[in-house]
Structure formats: C-alpha cells, structure tokens
C-alpha cells in the first residue's frame, strides 16, 4: 500500500489514534508518525508500548513539519489545541479531526486555521466502550465507514484524506455538515443517551432488588452496559455541541415510545408485533451490510467487536 503523508501528527492518544497509528503501520501509510497527549501519565504509556516513532512533550513540537494533523481531543477542547498548534502548522500541511459532531468543531477550529494550510472535517464510525493509549488495534477501521465533511476545502487536500483513510481500511462518504449531525444524533448519539439512561433506572432498582439486576443480566441490558461504560469527557461535550439534533432526534423517539406505551397498554398485539417486524428487518438490513454480524452475542466473545 503506498505511503499516503509523509509525517503525520495524532494530537491526542485516546482509541482512535492509536487504532490510527497500528493501521498506518500495517499499511505502511505514513512515513513519521509523532503524537501528543495532554496527561504525562499517557505519553510515558505510548513510549512503553511504542505508540508513535516519537512523542512530544507538547502539541506544538509534535506537528512541526507534520504534513497530516489529526485532532483526536474532545469535541471541547478542539478549538484551543487548534489555537495552539496554529502558528506551527507547516504550510500546505493538512488538519483532520475524528469528533462525531462537525458544526462545533468547524465554529470552534476554523478561525484557527491559517491561510494556506487545508482543514477537513472526517468523523470515523469506528470504536468501542474501551478508551486510552493501549486500547486501540490496527483492526478498528476496517469496513467501517468515515464520513468526510469537506465544506470548501481544497479538493485535491480532501481526495488525499480519503485516500489516507481508505488505506487505514475504511470506506468514506462525503456529507454535507447539517445532515451528518442529525444522522450521527440518530445512529449514535440518542443511542448511547438511551443506554445511559436504561443503565441509570436498572442501577436505581438494583438498589431494591439486592444485586439481581447486575447477577442475572441478559444480553439486551449487557448491550446497554457495554455502550454506556464510554468515555465520559466524550460523550458530554457531544451532547452539549450537538444540542439540537440530538433534541430533534429525542423528540422524535419520545413519541414513539409513547405510542408503544399505549399499545401495551391496551393490548394492541397487532401494532407491537408489526413494529417490531419493521425493526427485525433494519437489524437484518445492518448485518448484509457487513456492519455487524450474526453470530451469538454479536461475535464478541473473545473478541474485540
């Protein structure tokens, strides 16, 4: 696979740059690859398991002569470490992001980015419930898709970062930025704002219930576990930056939940089973689409899915 950057600086040493960084050595994608992280605990961590052919001590010398920067921060610190890095920022060079809202980020580190240096919004549909330096596979990536919100952005700069992404096993979808919010507020973000709030009620009635909750947990609360032990930081500043679509998007499900409500309620079997037909049939569509799989427990056991 040919090498796409030269050098490329991860800001940030969480679960997706390091996925990025093993793809990128598995394809042999960049030539350098330096990072950056804010806690001194981490960057001692990615020295010891050798994330990154080097790590610096700050994000300013970490994306000197970096010719591809990828944010890889919480969506509420992008626009300082945009700041920061700014006037380092080698002409002609590239600067990504991984957050999975884009109007916010866009707002936030825009303004920063200087006169002839490409900035391209990309969001990977990739992770799991598990964060840090060490968490991170070359796997993480594959057949999982990237969407790119490119804006204005030089085409010959965005062709490049989907190329970058491609070799690190992705497939890419451009996205107008409105829409891929609203998309991201329905496929992820109410999701996990649902699986936060069912792990909350079951841990309330746990307190009544003497443990059983947690002892004779099924699969379907195991799910709701499994998201809702994400990242914290993530997750708050997803929902304070995507305020609106994530309302849209629990506006809409309340009144769905409403009319099941009543259906059981007044034993309507016919509306209950013909919607969770419909369901059934998504969950199928998700599987032929080769974005999950059929197996028991969905493959994960002994695995990392």
């Keep these: 696979m040919?090498?796409?950057?030269?050098?490329?600086?991860?800001?940030?040493?969480?679960?997706?740059?390091?996925?990025?960084?093993?793809?990128?050595?598995?394809?042999?994608?960049?030539?350098?690859?330096?990072?950056?992280?804010?806690?001194?605990?981490?960057?001692?961590?990615?020295?010891?398991?050798?994330?990154?052919?080097?790590?610096?001590?700050?994000?300013?010398?970490?994306?000197?002569?970096?010719?591809?920067?990828?944010?890889?921060?919480?969506?509420?610190?992008?626009?300082?470490?945009?700041?920061?890095?700014?006037?380092?920022?080698?002409?002609?060079?590239?600067?990504?992001?991984?957050?999975?809202?884009?109007?916010?980020?866009?707002?936030?580190?825009?303004?920063?980015?200087?006169?002839?240096?490409?900035?391209?919004?990309?969001?990977p549909m990739a992770g799991t419930e598990h964060s840090g330096p060490e968490s991170g596979f070359a796997e993480l990536f594959d057949n999982r898709w990237c969407l790119v919100v490119p804006g204005d952005a030089d085409e010959a700069a965005v062709a490049a970062v989907e190329a970058y992404w491609q070799a690190l096993g992705a497939n890419t979808e451009r996205m107008e930025v409105g829409h891929h919010d609203l998309v991201c507020a329905v496929v992820s973000h109410v999701p996990h704002l649902i699986a936060y709030t069912m792990v909350g009620v079951a841990d309330d009635l746990r307190r009544v219930s003497d443990q059983e909750v947690i002892k004779f947990s099924a699969a379907g609360f195991r799910d709701f576990t499994r998201i809702a032990a994400s990242d914290p930081t993530m997750w708050r500043d997803v929902f304070l930056s995507n305020k609106d679509a994530a309302l849209e998007i629990l506006g809409r499900f309340t009144e769905e939940l409403f009319a099941l409500q009543r259906a059981i309620r007044t034993g309507d079997g016919d509306l209950l089973f013909d919607y969770f037909t419909h369901t059934r049939a998504i969950r199928r569509g998700i599987v032929q689409a080769g974005q999950d799989t059929d197996k028991p427990d969905f493959g994960r056991i002994g695995g990392r899915a």
């Design 2 to 123: 040919a090498q796409v950057y030269g050098r490329v600086a991860l800001i940030g040493l969480g679960l997706i740059a390091s996925s990025m960084f093993w793809a990128m050595k598995r394809g042999g994608v960049a030539g350098e690859v330096t990072g950056y992280a804010r806690s001194e605990a981490t960057r001692e961590t990615a020295r010891r398991i050798g994330l990154c052919d080097r790590v610096f001590d700050s994000a300013e010398e970490a994306v000197e002569g970096a010719d591809l920067v990828v944010l890889c921060v919480p969506v509420g610190a992008m626009g300082p470490v945009a700041e920061a890095i700014a006037p380092h920022l080698k002409p002609g060079a590239t600067v990504i992001d991984v957050g999975s809202v884009k109007q916010s980020v866009i707002d936030a580190v825009g303004p920063h980015i200087p006169e002839g240096v490409h900035f391209v919004p990309t969001h």
